[in-house]
């Protein structure tokens, strides 16, 4: 399926890189896997779909944590990170 695809790919790129911006996120998430896999975040900008931060949350558990005011996902344990 191709949300988990694009799950994998953002856990992969957090994993190497310890962070993802939202920015980049949408930018290679279109690139890379299509509108479909693309969606309105809550603060109504574009963002992963919800099926694909889903996928994210069970391929990571509690490894990637949400930073809302950084706008961007971490590694868990970094400083200000809540779990999205």
Known sequence: ?????????????IKRQDELRLEDAVIEIGRRFGAQCLGVGAAGKLAPAPAVLKALRLLSGNAV???PSGQVWRLQGSAGNTIH
Do not use: G, L, Q, Y
């Open 1 to 13: 399926m191709i949300v988990v695809t694009a799950a994998a790919w953002m856990f992969e790129r």
């Open 65 to 67: 944590a949400w930073d």
